[in-house]
């Protein structure tokens, strides 16, 4: 068994035979999540209980009752999840050293499950951008920056440059969880998704990246960012693994009114033979400024790939796309300022030692525990919200939403069945590339793929696709209808075994700690 | 003129028996010190003094605590006087992450509410974000129903009598403008000495309903009535139970004063009243305030102030945070509140997940002003005596009791329970329930007196022994006392011819 191997049809059948015990995966996963250290991929690492809950798993097996599929895996949380008795830090000061009293219904699912939880995964602050670079405790560096793949294809770079400089972001804001995945430290990772969160590093990492329908899985215990539009994520290696997940997820939470009443019945995904019957939408609208020739070419491809297997495939037109950058602007940086209002110093968190007032406490605690992007998206979001804007901006930018989202309900409605998009402009930025424009310039752009969904509350997933020039991974986006996850990941499923997309060729790790990665590579290879 | 021929008028020549208030503050010499309201709501031209008349303009915002086993949005207990941050959820300490669900009592209890308020109820109502800052509000926002609250449009009808006497009642109707549900935050309590502000977050998130009444009133009498009807509306329905003295109503008044056909006048919110009484007379001083203050050439300004019940005065209040833009915004954890009725019922519905108004409105209990109708009808007595009857709690279950016990007429009866009852029970400051004479013994003593058997001054002799509550029977007392009266014709003259033998003899 070996980590490189694939959650739902690999380990845990070794762990049902016995071939691997649940502490022997933890503890491996473990080793190397510190001998990836320099990725910045996780805050926290809960070795101690980690290491019990493999125990309580090993015993499971032993007794001969496994509690599924995911019992004894080793996954990680994006650290704006609550986890009881372990830190939950939001990347941000206001929550340093915070340690929620409740799990989250997510992360609660996944234990219930019989899940290892390893630990936190870095984050952009309080979730903040597109980045995985602007959280309080540093950037996360993309495990592709030290693949075989990219170091191949950047030798152009001369050799004298800075190796330092050269490594590229995970993008954001969930890239602690796709950094995790994509490097072997953990089997599937939990993130959140409100213009793109889970997708983007997903792609950016060469994993796969789901955003359920809005409304199927439990929000209580996601620290929000835009309660109407946040969606917990699942970051996993494949498309199989995504629906593993999603089926220990999904399905209605007494604490969470806004989700669907129904039950949820978890499924498998059948190997689709014939895709004749489909109905893929090309949005042209998605073809959008500033989307590279190499991207635009893959996704061409991909669509042609369904063509040839002949399924329709249609260009469609969602004519208010245009238009969500900053509908999201407004109502994402509205929500934002109401979210942040808790955080005073009084309850939780940090609490500055001005003893003025209270006002000045509040101020000094806000000021000293938010970063820049928070705090201006927070002056940006009560500027909306005053009085005399309300209706200019907040209720304009509802109307675009619902517009937005009626442009999807159409096309859908005309008998499109998956909407296939690139999941981002171009593949993933140098670091110091990257830093060179500010957060919310950032953010715009590298959202511009993903936010519909959010407004619409669709479900998307990446698909990692193929590698660019540079050797880093592209992935392409489908969108689906409304609470349609099974048709969704029973399409990306079929894409997924088309395009074959390469496994990651760790050189960095090989050569800080060769011991453990020789053993993966020699299995991930048979 | 419409206006005008609803409100009272107020001038300040005119002195009002009910409600005088205290001294003003020292700033403000009082040259008259009440004003006469006039209740019957009749247009009062301007007196000989001269001065244009006043209107005066009351209207109020009530919060009622709902009465339920749990808060609006969280499974933390409601209770009075709890242990500090002994009933404190994770979602009222706003901890991150947590989010609201919603309490189907609370909506219920407002349902019942809106329809006795002859409200309509609002299908489907919204859920706001309304925020401020503030230590006792831990989120940084209170939830409320700002855009389509959960009733509207009703009205209360209220009666009280004119220059204290009961024979002259008036009814009046004050609209209702809105009902929404809301959180209560929770308590700041402030020590000066260490420079300390202490929370306390059990109250924070209990359910609130806020009653907001149109400006129909014009005096603090009429204020208070209001209030006082929409009090014993709330208990009766179990909606709330709504002790102003423990926080559980709670009562702002929106005062201006304006002369007749003029626009409104700048009104000032009263806030810190915390009983009927003091309603009444905050209300009267505020209105008398802002009259002496115009016509000494000043101005209203659109304030806070409190009322000081030591002071019996109204004082600016000190403003939180100066002008307050509450940055309104949809809680967008809360999907929009859907109502049924019978008609729009949905067939296979579980009957747990909705609420359905003509069931509630089915099963209302009598209200006041319905048991007051059957009373007068049922029993002959006075309109007047009903009121009195129903406000003091478990007055009107004793007389009925007293009634169906005794055989004398329920009119006589009244006369026992408002003027020996219920004056022994005020001077000892005791409620019906803690009343030393039961119903039951007080029907045995009517019974003595119904047959004759005593005499009507001999039956207050035994009443007055019967408050020492030792547990003897009326006939005992009686007996013991040798109060009875004498029905043998023989025995009586024998008494007769005895006294008029000493007197002869003498």
New interface residues.
Partial sequence: AALKALLRSQVSAALKEGRVTPTELCQRCLALIKSTKFLNAYITVAEETALKQAEESEERYKRGQPLGILDGIPVAVKDN??TAGIE?T?ASNM?KGYI???N?TVVQKLLDHGAVLLGKTNLDEFAMGSGSTDGVFGPVRNPWSYSKQYKEKSVSKSHSEDEESNWVITGGSSGGSAAAVSSFTCFAALGSDTGGSTRNPAAHCGVVGLKPTYGLIS??????L???MDVPGILTRCVDDAAVLLGSLAGHD?????TI?DDFKPFELPNLTDVSKLSIGIPKEYHAPGLSSEILALWSKAADLFKNAGAKVVEVSLPHTCYSIVCYHVLCT??V??N?????G???GHRSDMKDS??SM?AATRREGFNDVVRGRILSG?YF???QN?EKY?VKAQKVRRLIANDFVKVFRSGVDILLTPTTLSDAAPYTEFIQEDNRTRSAQDDILTQAANMAGLPAINVPTALSERGLPVGLQFIGRSFQEKQLLTVAKWFEKQVQFPVIQLEEVKRHESGVFQHQKSASSS | MAAWGRRGVWRRVRQCGAGRPGPGPAALPRRQSAVACNARGEAVPAGKSGLAPWIPVVGLEIHAQISSNSKLFSGSQVQFAAPPNSLVSFFDASLPGTLPVLNRRCVEAAVMTGLALNCSINKKSLFDRKHYFYADLPAGYQITQQRVPIAVNGSLSYSFCIDNKMSQMVTKTVRIKQIQLEQDSGKSLHDDTRCQTLVDLNRAGVGLMEVVMEPDMCCGEEAAAAVRELQLILQTLGSSQAVMAEGQLRVDANVSVHHPGEPYGVRTEVKNINSIRFLAKAVDYEIQRQIEELENGGTILNETRAFDSKLGCTVPMRDKEGKQDYRFMPEPNLPPLILYDAKSLPANMNHQQVINIDWIHERLPDLPSVKREKLVEQYGILPEHSFTLLNEDGLAEFFESVVKQTQMKPKKVIGWILNDLLSYLKQHSLTVKESPVSSFLLADLLNLLEKKEISSTAAKQVLAELWKGEGRTPLEIVKEQKLELLQDQKELEQICEAVIDGQENE
Avoid: W
């Avoid at chain 1, 942040?340 to 005073?344: G, Q, Y």
């Fill in positions: 999840f609550n939950t939001c929550l929620s009293p409740y989250a929000r209580h215990g996601l620290i929000p835009v309660n109407s007494p604490k969470d009114s806004t009443q509205a929500e300022a109401s942040m209002a808790r955080f005073d009084l309850e939780y209270t006002e509040y009560n919200l005053l009085k309300y907040f």
